[in-house]
């Protein structure tokens, strides 16, 4: 077990830092006396020590010094000031795990002046143990801190190594943005379902059950998605009218401008976080 005896803060208490909890208590990777997290306001620390037992600190560098392994979940906009508080408070042998949208690896390092580094994306579904997280490691990393990143983020759902660092931002954009792009299309279906005349409760209902068993399909089959459409598209169907609407309205263009857009975004918090940290003499 990679994190038998170890001390895990979180720095942020958030939504996903909640689930990052939920998940290592769950999976009894730690027990919630070796769990502290922080946070600027008192009710929430209350209520995160309330539901999971864990030690709730007001003090970013109390929590931290002496943690063995401390996850960085805070808005981008003051990563910089934690950055400044954390440095020199963390012990020689700690793993830094960063989820911290476009925060390059680069920024926390000379922030805190400490090489041991993880930088990763979550998604939304980590929220019940459904995620999917890119996360890349730098060289200082031993293998036994490699072991605890992975036990740590399987803990909310499917966890990706990946050998760069462009590939976490383009997993922000892909899968970290991903939910965005499938609740707006499920919403749009159901709009679609209550202007032919469903409620929209039984709209909703539908919908969701078929983009679940349409997902769980897809990944038991083991087929080409371009096959397994092929399945369901008969000549002069309904699935073939429904196709041609899509494809006339570029369908595919769109969600591969958003994506791009997504990604071009995720660069912009990098630069940003990378002037901030100079600014603040970083």
């Known amino acids: ?33 070796h769990v502290i997290v922080t946070g600027p306001r008192r009710e929430r620390r209350a209520e995160l020590a309330k539901t999971f037992g864990v030690k709730a600190l007001a003090s970013n560098t109390e929590a931290a010094r002496e943690a063995h ?8 906009q003051v990563l910089p000031g934690v950055l400044d508080e954390l ?11 960063s989820i911290v949208a476009g925060a390059p690896l680069a920024v926390l390092r ?20 459904m995620g999917v997280t890119a996360w890349v490691a730098t060289d200082a990393v031993d293998r036994e801190q490699r072991d605890r990143a992975k036990a740590i983020l399987a803990a909310l759902g ?9 590939y976490v931002d383009m997993a922000t954009a892909l899968s970290g943005t991903g939910p965005t792009y499938v609740f707006l299309l499920m919403e749009a279906l159901v709009d679609a379902g209550v202007h032919l005349g469903f409620s929209r409760r ?28 092929n399945m369901v598209t008969s000549p002069g169907g309904t699935s073939a009218a429904a196709i041609y609407e899509l494809e006339k309205g570029t ?11 997504a990604y071009l975004r995720t660069r912009e918090l990098g630069a940003d976080a990378r002037e901030r940290s100079r600014k603040t003499g970083g």
């Open 87 to 97: 440095r020199g408070h963390l012990r020689d042998d700690a793993l830094v795990i």
């Open 69 to 76: 392994v401390v996850i960085l979940s805070v808005k981008p």
């Open 158 to 166: 499917e966890e990706l190594a990946v050998e760069d660092e462009i």
């Open 202 to 229: 039984v709209a909703e209902e539908l919908v969701l059950r078929t983009v679940e068993g349409s997902a769980a399909f897809a990944r038991r089959s083991g087929r080409h998605l371009a096959e397994l459409r």
């Open 110 to 129: 000379e922030g805190l002046d400490h090489a041991a580094l993880v930088r990763a994306m979550p998604n939304t579904p980590a929220q019940i143990g």
């Open 251 to 261: 369908m595919r263009t769109v969600l591969s401008r958003a994506v791009h857009a």
């Open 1 to 33: 077990m990679p994190l038998d005896g170890k001390r895990v803060a979180f720095i942020g208490g958030g939504v996903m830092a909640e689930a990052m909890i939920r998940g290592l208590l769950e999976r009894h990777l730690v027990p919630p006396s």
